[in-house]
């Protein structure tokens, strides 16, 4: 019996080292980036011949030695760029402790300089332009897809669909109602398809409950207004939880049921996950997730169990994350 194919994108949010609650160590730190990479997740890649999407914070491009050693991965790895907007001009603050701003809540001009510098020190580092973007945060704006396209851009990876941030009371973004594979987004909604010519790959989410209301319906609903997140909380409790494509929390078993459950709905024709992580998870006390190196042990540990069982119960092509538009 021919085993199902699916194309497998793994990208990660590639950042300096933070601790518990996302602080971020002064002075900034690489540690998660000169031994994590190398030591911990590009063997696990090269096992399994996938070719990873490191989508870069600006501070990781201003250290010589992360660039160094990102350039010297070569074809093993695509690398693209990851916006944390207070860590690139205008208006940057390299003191920060922690990256919280949503790039949705910059006024365009400023958003649009951010990108545009973001891109430009890219090329500067690495000697071509990028084609594959994240939001930091997810904070996407109503304005970063056409910015993208301006600048270049091939695909974006901030949205995760069934899911809602808040950067503070009030003000956040809204995923309700995205599809959950790639699309081309409407530039009236990026939750909506449209004839945009980036493409949107969303992050590898699925909510059996929100996929019996229709989108046009989900993307109604507001959870960013306090009122409505106060009455899903009473009336939907837990039914509002999504399964992440995401070693970080999930389980090997929880991810693969993902990819079982989104191969089997009727017309679900080709199948792209797209997983997702930070890199300063791969080593102790570099983020909130992997304290010590039990955590970083067992994390690693869920994610080779995901690819061993996926790889043997579907015909598994692993893709950059830009590879996408590639696909017919």
């Not at 994240?134 to 995760?160: C, I, M, P």
Request: charged share 20%.
């Amino acid at each position: 019996m021919t085993k199902e194919k699916l194309h497998l994108i793994v990208s990660i949010d590639t950042e300096c080292d933070k601790g518990a609650g996302w602080r971020i160590k002064q002075p900034i730190q690489f540690e998660n980036i000169s031994s994590g990479i190398p030591q911990r997740l590009q063997p696990i890649f090269e096992e399994f011949k996938i070719v990873p999407t490191y989508l870069l914070s600006p501070e990781v491009m201003i250290d010589n030695k992360s660039v160094a050693l990102l350039r010297s991965l070569g074809d093993k790895a695509e690398l693209g760029t990851h916006l944390h907007s207070e860590f690139i001009p205008p208006h940057e603050n390299f003191k920060t402790d922690y990256t919280g701003s949503f790039q949705s809540s910059l006024p365009p001009e400023v958003e649009y300089e951010k990108l545009k510098n973001l891109t430009q020190l890219f090329a500067d580092r690495f000697g071509y332009l990028p084609r594959s973007f994240r939001a930091g945060r997810f904070g996407l704006s109503r304005y970063t897809l056409n910015f993208l396209e301006k600048l270049g851009y091939a695909v974006d990876s901030s949205v995760t669909p069934y899911h809602w941030w808040w950067e503070k009371r009030g003000v956040g973004v809204n995923f309700l109602g995205a599809p959950v594979q790639p699309y081309f987004p409407s530039p009236k909604d990026f939750r909506e398809r449209g004839k945009m010519r980036i493409l949107e790959v969303p992050v590898t989410l699925t909510n059996r409950f929100w996929d019996r209301i229709p989108s046009s319906i989900l993307r109604r609903i507001n959870p960013i207004a306090r009122w409505q997140t106060i009455l899903l909380n009473i009336f939907l409790g837990k039914y509002q939880r999504s399964l992440w494509l995401r070693p970080t929390y999930s389980t090997a078993e929880e991810m693969l049921s993902i990819g079982e459950y989104l191969s089997a709905k009727p017309g679900s024709g080709r199948l792209i996950l797209c997983m997702m992580f930070h890199s300063n998870e791969a080593t102790a006390g570099t983020s909130p997730y992997n304290l010590t190196e039990t955590d970083v042990s067992r994390f690693l540990q869920r994610m080779r169990t995901y690819f061993q069982v996926l790889f043997s119960n579907f015909n598994v092509e692993p893709i950059a994350l830009s590879q996408t538009v590639n696909l017919k």
